[in-house]
């Protein structure tokens, strides 16, 4: 059974700082892996998806590496701002239906201004 | 596009009554799911659909039940309802494809008092 780990679970940074969270999973058999945030109260936000091909993916400011051999993944945040407090969470795509994901229970971020 | 949708944003439920969570998605998706999310659990599947007509369970089945008349609509019933079914309801709708990518709705809070 695939199961997902997200490191830290909270963390705390100055605004302006580069950041890394991370996500690693046990099974390496992955079609994707998505990363989401989720502002409090809200839904699910999906921020960048990695195929199983892909080495990484880029949005913005946002940078999400794979490496599926060693499963991990990395979500590069550059110069931090205040907005970006939210939860993150990673999402691992194992099956080939919808019953197939599995995500970990996130990293909680705050941007101190 | 809308994306995917859900009524009610809130609802507070008494111990044995029933109710439907509804969810639709105008960006026509085959695939589309329940979940809940609970402070240390995470996103859990409740129930699934790979298209109209045909449903599935998923890791916590029980007590709900779920329909798919149409490719755009995915209701949720709750037949009884239970304490221990106060949580956040999030309706997610997928590509497919070999794409595998989630789209979430805003999602219901259910208080069962």
């Known amino acids: 059974k695939q199961e997902v780990t997200q490191i830290p679970a909270a963390l705390s940074v100055p605004e302006g700082e580069n950041l890394v969270l991370n996500c690693s999973f046990t099974d390496s058999a992955i079609y994707n892996l998505q990363w989401f945030r989720q502002d409090p109260g809200k839904g699910l936000t999906s921020l960048l998806l990695?195929?199983?091909?892909?080495r990484e993916q880029t949005s913005g400011r946002l940078n999400a590496s794979l490496d599926k051999s060693s499963g991990r993944s990395t979500l590069y945040i550059a110069a931090s701002q205040p907005g970006d407090s939210a939860t993150y969470l990673c999402a691992v795509h194992s099956g080939g239906g919808a019953d197939g994901l599995t995500f970990g229970k996130g990293t909680h971020l705050i941007i101190q201004p | 596009n809308a994306g995917v949708t859900q009524t009610p944003k809130f609802q507070v439920l008494k111990t044995g009554q029933s109710m439907t969570l509804q969810c639709a998605q105008d960006?026509?998706?085959?695939?589309m799911s329940w979940y809940r999310q609970d402070p240390g659990m995470g996103l859990r599947l409740i129930h699934y659909?790979?298209?109209?007509?045909?449903?599935d369970q998923g890791e916590v089945p029980n007590g709900y039940n779920v329909s798919r008349s149409t490719t755009e609509d995915f209701p949720l019933r709750l037949l009884s309802a239970a304490p221990s079914q106060t949580s956040v309801y999030f309706c997610?709708?997928?590509?497919?494809?070999?794409?595998?990518?989630?789209?979430f709705g805003p999602g219901t809070r259910l208080t069962v008092t």
């Open positions: 997610a709708s997928m590509t497919s494809g070999g794409i595998y990518e989630q789209y």
């Open positions: 659909s790979v298209g109209a007509g045909i449903t």
């Open positions: 990695i195929q199983s091909s892909q």
């Open positions: 960006m026509n998706h085959e695939y």
